[in-house]
């Protein structure tokens, strides 16, 4: 569990330093410059995915049972998962559904965070589930509150985006909801060995 907590710690701390402290990203950017500022953000994400995967793995072995849920939860969790991959990708396709859910990202975090919660129906929800799912729910609603607070401070940094189009919102959808599909159908259990349907 330690090493999940770790990774959970590293990956969500490093995301949360705007957070925590708004300025504090602006600052070290200057004392580091970017492209450094960057490099250390992109590492320490990536060794605390690596500890978030190996240590949810690890606990799974021997899972410390929290709550149960009725079966019939599962497919809640399946409609609640339905948007997330459309979500995802509005993200970065800008349409009337970036604009609409204003922050797609976080709301595709949250919904992929709350569903998997809910989908612990058949094995029983572990401390694991809590921490992960949990965590990553806690987080993005955190920082959807920064984000607003920070946008009426005036302090929050834009980037530029593409143009809005109505064919961005057509591609999120049908490719959000393939991906969904190939999700659901293959890739989950290949890659994290559960049928999300059982079987």
Not at 96 to 101: G, L, N, P, S, W
Not at 134 to 161: E, M, N
Request: charged share 10%; no cysteine.
């Amino acid at each position: 569990m330690l090493v999940l907590i770790l990774g959970l710690l590293l990956f969500l701390g490093v995301h949360s330093v705007a957070i925590m402290a708004p300025a504090g990203r602006d600052r070290l950017v200057a004392q580091m410059g970017e492209g450094a500022w960057k490099g250390l953000y992109s590492l320490v994400s990536a060794v605390g995915l690596g500890l978030i995967v190996w240590g949810y793995g690890l606990a799974r072995e021997n899972p410390v049972l929290v709550y149960s849920l009725p079966g019939g939860m599962r497919h809640l969790a399946a409609l609640v998962l339905l948007p997330v991959f459309v979500l995802l990708l509005a993200a970065y396709l800008p349409g009337r559904i970036q604009r609409a859910t204003k922050h797609p990202m976080l709301l595709a975090v949250k919904l992929w965070a709350l569903g998997h919660l809910l989908a612990q129906s058949v094995t029983g929800g572990s401390l694991a589930d809590i921490l992960l799912f949990g965590g990553f729910l806690l987080w993005a609603a955190a920082d959807r509150v920064s984000l607003k607070r920070r946008a009426q401070a005036g302090t929050l940094r834009t980037v530029p985006v593409l143009p809005a189009s109505g064919a961005n919102d057509l591609i999120a959808v049908v490719g959000g909801l393939a991906l969904y599909g190939l999700t659901v159908m293959w890739a989950h259990a290949a890659l994290f060995g559960v049928r999300p349907f059982g079987g």
